[in-house]
């Protein structure tokens, strides 16, 4: 079954400093990818996907991953943090069928000024 | 730009009582899903339906709960005897096709379910 990590429960970053959120998943042949993010009270955004071709996939906000199939990773980044990113992220893969996003357990991103 | 929208925004209820979570899909998409997100936790899929009948289910969509669409435009989560386990946002989402390049599920606001 697919499954999804994301290795860091809390990040806190600057404002203006990089950031690198990490997410490993299991699955077994080509995975689609995606990054939802969610603010206090609000619903999912999604941030971007990734279903093939270029590993390197840019998203809204400034927001961009990579798809490493070798590290099993997509993780997603940003190079310039503003104080309005301050949410939790969520990675999480489609199943074979397509019909359930299996989400990893979120990054609560803190941003200090 | 088109939306899945929610209702009601917050359900409080007696344990026992049966709730009703409604959602409107995004006009031309065919799946639909919910999804619940136990405070603190995870997001964690319950149940998915297509051409008026479920396609996937989780462990936890149990006998308690049940999904219909009513009429051309409403999706609906029912709980018949809510738990106090069931407190929780509930998020419902929908996409225009399953699998391939195109599943992109867009999610509402969410109902948060309290039950006391």
């Known amino acids: 079954a697919q499954s999804v990590t994301q290795p860091d429960i809390h990040i806190t970053v600057s404002e203006g400093a990089s950031l690198e959120l990490r997410c490993n998943y299991s699955y077994g042949a080509t995975p689609y990818l995606f990054w939802y993010v969610q603010s206090p009270g609000q619903g999912l955004q999604l941030l971007l996907k990734?279903?093939?071709?270029?590993?390197l996939v840019q998203g809204i906000k400034g927001f961009e991953a990579e798809f490493k199939r070798s590290q099993s990773s997509f993780n997603l980044r940003k190079p310039s943090v503003h104080w309005s990113d301050a949410a939790e992220y969520f990675c999480?893969?489609?199943?074979?069928?397509?019909?359930?996003?299996?989400f990893g357990a979120g990054t609560i991103l803190r941003v200090k000024s | 730009e088109p939306e899945v929208t929610q209702t009601p925004s917050h359900q409080v209820t007696q344990m026992g009582q049966e709730v009703i979570l409604r959602c409107v899909p995004i006009?031309?998409?065919?799946?639909f899903y919910w999804y619940r997100q136990i405070l603190g936790q995870k997001v964690e899929f319950l149940v998915s339906f297509y051409n008026n009948e479920i396609s996937e289910k989780s462990e936890i969509f149990d006998d308690q709960f049940s999904v219909e669409r009513p009429d051309g435009s409403n999706f609906t989560l029912k709980i018949r005897s809510t738990k106090l386990e069931d407190s929780a946002m509930y998020f419902c989402?929908?996409?225009?096709?399953?699998?391939?390049?195109?599943?992109?599920?867009?999610f509402g606001p969410g109902t948060r379910l309290t039950v006391l």
């Open positions: 006009s031309n998409h065919l799946y």
């Open positions: 999480a893969v489609l199943n074979e069928y397509g019909n359930k996003l299996v």
């Open positions: 989402a929908s996409s225009r096709v399953a699998g391939g390049s195109y599943n992109e599920q867009f």
């Open positions: 990734y279903f093939s071709g270029d590993t």
